[in-house]
Structure formats: C-alpha cells, structure tokens
C-alpha cells in the first residue's frame, strides 16, 4: 500500500519536476508574484507597496539587496516576538548557524510556509528523484540513519525557539517519519557531540540501516566510531541493505575514496543536496556528477549576481534566463521565509541551462585573494583532488590563507592539511596542487608566473585529530559546522596552528 501510495505521488510530482526545463523563467515569475502576494500586508510590504510592483525590474529597483549585518534589526524583533514583519504570522523558530564569514552566529527566520513547502519539499523531492533513479529501491524496508547538528532545540522566550536547522526539522517532523528514521528524536536532539556519538553508535548498530544523510565530513567520524565499536571491516557487514548516502554542506570530491573503502560495493549510490539554513535550493537528479538541479517552485525567488558586482553599492543582478556556464555567481534569494533579495554568501556555477543545474563553487567572502589570484573553493577542490590522485593521498580535513610578502620574501600560500592517509611524496603533492591551480586559474597562474608575484605554496602537515581539536575549542563541533577551506588572510590558520603540536 505505502508503496502504491509513493508511486502515484512520485509520478504526478516527477512531472512537474520535468516541467522546469521548459517553463522555468515562468515559474520563477510566478514565485516572486506570489510572494509579493502574500507578504504585501506585512511591515515589510507597506515599506516598499509590494502591492503595486508590477514587474521584476520594479521589484529590483525598489527593494534593495541584504545580507545578514543588514538583516539582523528584524530578526532581533522576530525573536522577541514581533508578528508581520518579513511574512504573514509569527516566527517560532530560527536556524543558528556559525556562518563560515564569522564567529559570531546567525539566526535565520524559519516560518511555517519555509518550513513546509521549501525544507521538507526539499526532503520528499530528493526521495522522488531518487525513486526515479533507482526504482528497485528499498529504501522503506528499514531506517535512514540522519546526522544531524548538535545544537539542541532552546528558547529564545515564550514566542521562540532556535537550533540548528536538521535541530528544527528532525523536532518538527511528523510521528510517522519515526518509523523510517533512526535515532530516535531525544538522541537526534542530543547537544553534547561525544555522548551522542555514543548513542547513536550503540542504537543503529543493531538496526536494519538502508540509507545514509548528513554532512560528508562529520559523518566519517560516525561510520568509524561504528565500525570500532562493533569490529566490523566495513559497513555492509553491518548493514547489508545499505543502498544510498543524501549528503550536502561541503564538496564531496575530498572524501569519496573513504566512503567507497567504507562501503564496497558498487551498487552504493551517492546524492548530492543543496540544503542552507535559508532554502533547499538543489537536489542531483543523475549520478553524472554534474550539477545539482535548481528546484523552481519552493517559495524562492533566485537572482543571480556576477562576482564583479559584490559589495557595489547598487549591484546588478541576472535571471534564470540572463545566466551564463560555467561562471561564478554569488546567490541571492527572496523566500517565503521572509528574507528579501538576501545575500547568501554562496556562489554557483550553471553546469545546464536546460535544466538548470548548478554546483556550488564557493562563498563570497571565502576565498583568497591577496595578491589578485582570486583562488575560490572550486579551484582548490579540483587542486586537492589532482594531488591525492597522483600522490595516492587522502584528505581528512584542510584549510589554506596566504603567506603575506615582506621586505624580503615573496607571497604564498599556506596548505594546512591532515591527512587520512599521507602522499608518498610531499613534494610531488604540492607540485601537482600549483600545477593544476595554474591551470583551472588564469589569475593564479600569471601571479605564478616566474615566481614574480607569488612563490610556490607550502604544504603543513597537521597532526591527527588537529582539526577536530579546533571546533572543540571554539565549540562548533557538530553536523552543521564546517572548517573554513579559504581565508584571506591568517587569523583561523594561525589560530589552528597554535593548537598543532
């Protein structure tokens, strides 16, 4: 029943799905009308007369382009309970996120529509896909084991909540859901990362587990801590049904090897999600791997600005239909979560235009470019994967700032790397990284050139365990927190260094 149920409903979703192909510059419209709609007789509506733009032109025009820093009066009203403000009704809960440009952490308005028909569409999207893509698939035959961040559920007042977003969905997710989810919610909800593990350990250990979803990175302390724990080889002594793994938060590319070591079979399937705090923007709809596909009709309205117009003071901004492949763009978004032609701080990369599929290629604070080489994360995660594939090396964690000139030294950069397993030849590793970053970076190679602007980078091994280390320290150790990849200048790598001894 439950699967003839899951057919028609994938059928009938799968369609519209498709439709984004053909008629997504109309859907886009149709979501910024419908969100002016909907929010015209809000505080933020009445500010600038939602009710009478009549074209997204006027809409640009008239309202202007934020990012958190300008956000942050109203989510201070919001959590003090203010009602009507960026969207119809109350706010009760906000995602907390540390927020990879800053320490100082985030609280992103999540109203029931966002919550609703964006982050949980999201999740029954990625299932339909992936239902399409593997229809022998037996996904409800036992649990998906969901990692999520370790930041429990707290009140802000009586009005309010806040947590990490997989916090508010796995608290807000229907009873029935319990049945296919593993842990259980108050082990899900756990605040303290070493005790959970624990649990989580002791629980799923025992349990038919058929599918995996969560952050790549804090996932592999998980599945090792398992296969400790019960003296296994791999996980499919373990779990024998295990068929899929839904991942998102950082670029997969860096621990594949791992995964396939842990899970040997060929038969595994990978998934790739774009789930941020402020949307479910994308969902891998192939195992092409080659793009996310942008999902059109969750209650956001995308705008796309070219990296030459950050931090203008009027920065033009493209379409669906204006974009170009394979050129970076920073993200900005209007929800139905009431964030208005907001900054996300992401930058995307088209890889189709029919459909529209994207990866994402990095953040617009999160990059170096001390000396012009303009080095984003998508230039250093094809470097870094060139080098382990040459070195026979693989990657754990990393992060990487410049080396600033001085009165007599050139610049550089600085890799900070711990390693699952080391590269037979250092050398050769941090040859093959600046070759292949001259070749996916025309900026970096002409600094490169004849050592004139910049030196040949250095390669720092971090001592086992460096990394985690770190977000203990600062208390950022959970599913959501991410090592900071690119810096532009030294303050998080000198802070990590001081803890490598």
């Keep these: 029943m439950i699967s003839k149920i899951l057919s028609l409903a994938t059928k009938r979703r799968l369609n519209v799905i498709n439709s984004f192909a053909s008629n997504g510059v109309e859907i886009q419209y149709k979501q ?143 009873k029935w859901a319990s049945f296919f989810r593993t842990p259980p919610k108050n082990v899900a909800l756990m605040n303290e990362w070493e005790s959970k593990l624990k649990k989580i350990t002791e629980i799923t250990t025992k349990q038919n587990v058929v599918a995996l979803a969560g952050v790549p990175s804090w996932f592999l302390i998980l599945l090792k801590n398992i296969l400790d724990y019960s003296g296994k080889d791999n996980l499919l002594e373990i779990w024998p049904n295990l068929e899929l793994f839904v991942h998102g938060g950082v670029n997969f590319t860096p621990y594949r090897e791992q995964y396939q070591n842990l899970i040997p079979s060929d038969k595994m399937l990978y998934q790739e999600t774009y789930n941020a705090s402020e949307g479910f923007f994308a969902i891998q709809n192939d195992f092409a791997d080659n793009g996310m596909l942008l999902m059109l009709d969750y209650g956001i309205f ?82 870094l994967k060139e080098a382990c594939d040459a070195t026979g090396a693989i990657i754990k964690e990393f992060t990487a700032a410049p080396i600033f000139m001085s009165s007599d030294t050139k610049g550089s950069h600085q890799w900070l790397i711990e390693f699952e397993k080391m590269p037979k030849s250092q050398s050769l590793f941090i040859e093959v990284l600046d070759k292949t970053l001259k070749e996916v970076n025309s900026d970096y190679d002409a600094k490169r050139y004849k050592d004139l602007t910049l030196e040949m980078p250095t390669l720092t091994i971090a001592r086992d365990g460096l990394f985690m280390d770190w977000m203990k320290s600062r208390n950022k150790v959970g599913g959501q927190n991410k090592v900071p990849r690119l810096s532009n200048n030294r303050d998080i790598i000198d802070d990590i260094l001081k803890l490598n001894r």
């Excluded at 002016?36 to 505080?43: D, G, I, R, V, Y």
């Excluded at 208005?340 to 470019?369: A, C, E, M, Q």
């Design 32 to 174: 910024l009308k419908e969100l002016l709609s909907k929010a015209k007789n809000t505080q933020i509506g009445k500010r600038y007369d939602f009710s009478s733009i009549t074209s997204i032109e006027e809409f640009k025009n008239r309202v202007p382009i934020k990012d958190y820093d300008d956000l942050m009066p109203d989510v201070i009203k919001l959590k003090q309970g203010e009602t009507n403000l960026l969207w119809p009704g109350e706010v009760k809960w906000f995602a907390k996120s540390s927020g990879t440009t800053s320490t100082r952490s985030k609280f992103i308005p999540i109203t029931k529509d966002s919550l609703n028909s964006c982050h949980y569409q999201g999740g029954r999207d990625s299932y339909f896909i992936y239902q399409k893509l593997n229809p022998n698939s037996k996904l409800f035959t036992g649990k998906t084991l969901v990692l999520g961040g370790s930041q429990k559920i707290n009140e802000f007042s009586n009005k309010s909540v806040y947590g990490d977003l997989s916090a508010i969905l796995i608290d807000n997710m229907p």
């Design 302 to 383: 995308y705008e796309f600005m070219p990296l030459s117009e950050v931090d203008k003071e009027n920065p033009k901004t493209l379409l669906l239909d204006e974009v170009e492949l394979n050129k970076d763009y920073a993200l900005v978004i209007t929800t139905n979560g009431g964030l208005w032609r907001y900054l996300v701080g992401d930058t995307v990369r088209f890889t189709s235009k029919s459909p529209y599929k994207i990866i994402v290629s990095g953040r617009t604070k999160h990059f170096i470019n001390a000396f012009g080489e303009e080095i984003i994360i998508n230039n250093a995660d094809k470097a």
